[in-house]
């Protein structure tokens, strides 16, 4: 069964630089799987952030960028702000009609 | 702009079936231009896929729910709906309807709020 990877945590200094990324229990990341990320705050649903590997959704500012790095998705945050603390999720197209989630990162801005 | 509001019971007995409805104003759900998902989240995890219908009503199932789902659409409601059997308590979380781009896109860019399903007896 496919895995597909994220930190559990990461934390970031306000105004810092911080990237998270989707990796493959087996195999690299590439931009077949068309990787996309999604913000969750507790309670409310999730909000779509990036599609097709690093196209930014509508009202996604542009401090947010999504890029493959080395056999990774990766989500990039620059200029951190108090309101990125969120779980990230991304998740991959496996082909066939199938997608599958990571496990989410929590990120703690301090 | 498109919005998905789920609905179906909050509570459901184990071992019997779990029924949702997801209802889509502002756009329609006969358009080839997207395609159309179920999404869970357990209390405190992570985000699950669970399958996705297309509107030629082919579906794509988690292989680890394929057996026990069921997902279609009633088109005359703009309604995408969720049947899965012989629920347990592992089966209790919040789930999302959510609208999937075509084009060779594959992502998903509207969700619904969420309703909560708890199966105990």
């Known amino acids: 069964q496919t895995v597909v990877t994220q930190e559990p945590s990461f934390s970031v200094s306000p105004g810092g630089t911080i990237t998270l990324t989707c990796g493959l229990s087996?195999?690299?990341?590439?931009?077949?799987?068309?990787p996309s990320w999604y913000q969750q705050t507790p309670g409310q649903a999730p909000r779509t952030l990036i599609y097709s590997t690093n196209s930014r959704s509508s009202g996604v500012p542009d401090r947010l960028s999504g890029s493959i790095l080395g056999n990774k998705a990766a989500l990039t945050i620059t200029g951190a702000q108090a309101d990125d603390e969120s779980n990230y999720y991304c998740?991959?197209?496996?082909?066939?009609?199938?997608?599958?989630f990571g496990g989410g990162t929590k990120l703690t801005v301090l | 702009q498109v919005q998905l509001q789920e609905s179906g019971p909050g509570l459901v007995k184990p071992s019997q079936t779990l029924s949702l409805t997801c209802t889509v104003s502002?756009?329609?759900?006969?358009?080839?231009?997207?395609?159309w998902t179920w999404i869970r989240q357990p209390a405190g995890k992570g985000l699950e896929w669970i399958g996705r219908v297309y509107t030629t009503g082919s579906t794509n199932y988690s292989p680890s729910l394929k057996s026990r789902l069921t997902m279609s659409l009633d088109t005359s409601k703009n309604q995408l709906s969720l049947n899965l059997t012989s629920v347990t308590a592992a089966d209790t979380a919040v789930y999302y309807c959510?609208?999937?781009?075509?084009?060779?896109?594959?992502?998903?860019?509207?969700w619904g709020q969420g309703t909560l399903v708890t199966v105990s007896s």
């Open positions: 959510a609208r999937g781009v075509t084009s060779g896109r594959y992502f998903f860019d509207s």
């Open positions: 502002g756009g329609s759900i006969s358009s080839g231009s997207y395609y």
């Open positions: 998740v991959l197209y496996l082909g066939s009609g199938v997608w599958v």
């Open positions: 087996s195999g690299s990341v590439s931009t077949s799987h068309y």
